[in-house]
T-cell receptor, first 116, second 113 residues
Framework: DARVTQTPRHKVTEMGQEVTMRCQPILGHNTVFWYRQTMMQGLELLAYFRNRAPLDDSGMPKDRFSAEMPDATLATLKIQPSEPRDSAVYFC??????????????FGPGTRLTVL | RKEVEQDPGPFNVPEGATVAFNCTYS??????FFWYRQDCRKEPKLLMSVYSSGNEDGRFTAQLNRASQYISLLIRDSKLSDSATYLC??????????????FGAGTILRVKS
């Protein structure tokens, strides 16, 4: 049963520290997405990649956030420096290659980040 | 105005009830529509796609009204296990967007015995 995996599942850190979240998309999926979910804002798209190339990162605060895909099996989201307002659940999702199911996204379990 | 709007609820219904959620979207060029389900402290999962002609999957029926730009989800014979947040999702049209989806804030459903 193929799944998107994310690490760490939980992270508590202090303001100003660097946070790196990792995601392993489902093998064969060519699109990868990073979302942030809070009670106030719901699910927001931060960035997404197609075939490892960044396609849209307009939802991401550029001064402190960065997203990369060093290879097809790893996507990273980095926050430096972190702030309390970054506290949220960060989801990674991947989408399959085939045209018919091109719009379905499979989500990982999320990283619950708390910045003190 | 948000791109996808939903009534946040909560909808509190007894087991066996029929409940309906609506959702409106602002981009008239949107092409694909979905309902995702999210359980408490879990990730969203695809519940069903929404087709122009309407579609049914067991107790769930989805409808799309392009003229009015709204999508609906009907759940018949509600079960306790249907308790979750239901997210209305729209695919923004255009080749450059690829798989980009826009999620509504969700509607909370609580089914009680």
């Amino acid at each position: 049963d193929a799944r998107v995996t994310q690490t760490p599942r939980h992270k508590v850190t202090e303001m100003g520290q660097e946070v790196t979240m990792r995601c392993q998309p489902i093998l064969g999926h060519n699109t990868v997405f990073w979302y942030r979910q809070t009670m106030m804002q719901g699910l927001e798209l931060l960035a997404y990649f197609r075939n490892r190339a960044p396609l849209d990162d307009s939802g991401m605060p550029k001064d402190r956030f960065s997203a990369e895909m060093p290879d097809a099996t790893l996507a990273t989201l980095k926050i430096q420096p972190s702030e309390p307002r970054d506290s949220a659940v960060y989801f990674c999702a991947s989408g399959p290659r085939t045209a018919f199911r091109a719009n379905e996204q499979f989500f990982g379990p999320g990283t619950r980040l708390t910045v003190l | 105005r948000k791109e996808v709007e939903q009534d946040p609820g909560p909808f509190n219904v007894p087991e066996g009830a029929t409940v309906a959620f609506n959702c409106t979207y602002s981009n008239s060029a949107s092409q694909s529509f979905f309902w995702y389900r999210q359980d408490c402290r879990k990730e969203p999962k695809l519940l069903m796609s929404v087709y122009s002609s309407g579609n049914e999957d067991g107790r769930f029926t989805a409808q799309l009204n392009r003229a009015s730009q709204y999508i609906s989800l009907l759940i018949r014979d509600s079960k306790l296990s249907d308790s979750a947040t239901y997210l209305c999702v729209v695919n923004i049209a255009g080749r450059e967007y690829g798989n980009k989806l826009v999620f509504g804030a969700g509607t909370i459903l609580r089914v009680k015995s």
